[in-house]
């Protein structure tokens, strides 16, 4: 069974920064397609990026130029790292794994920005 356990979310305020990270277990960073989604209370859950195992990336347009997302295969991790902070990015951020038709989801971890 795949786990996918969240890090560094927290509170901060407009125009900072945060960097989130997801921990993977049975080394499936390097095959899988990892992603970052989020869900504000109210809204669907939407993709915020994405990184296929050939290293290439996909991003929301509401986040590009500000989120960079990167992996590191030799550690198991996915990292998100979040620049310029606008309140509209407060939400519930996930890691997700996804081999087809295998998808995997962690528990979320809590982004909040103040304005």
């Known amino acids: 069974q795949v786990q996918l356990v969240e890090s560094g979310g927290g509170l901060v305020q407009a125009g900072g920064s945060l960097r989130l990270s997801c921990a993977a277990s049975?080394?499936?960073?390097?095959?899988?397609?990892m992603g970052w989604y989020r869900q504000a209370p109210g809204k669907q859950r939407e993709l915020v990026a994405a990184?296929?195992?050939?290293?290439?990336?996909n991003y929301a347009d509401s986040v590009k130029g500000r989120f960079t997302i990167s992996r590191d295969n030799a550690k198991n991790t996915v990292g998100l790292q979040m620049n310029i902070l606008k309140p509209e990015d407060t939400a519930v951020y996930y890691c997700?794994?996804?081999?087809?038709?295998?998808?995997?989801w962690g528990r979320g971890t809590q982004v909040t920005v103040s304005s």
């Open positions: 997700n794994a996804r081999w087809d038709p295998q998808n995997y």
């Open positions: 049975n080394n499936i960073v390097r095959t899988y397609t």
């Open positions: 990184i296929t195992s050939g290293g290439n990336t």
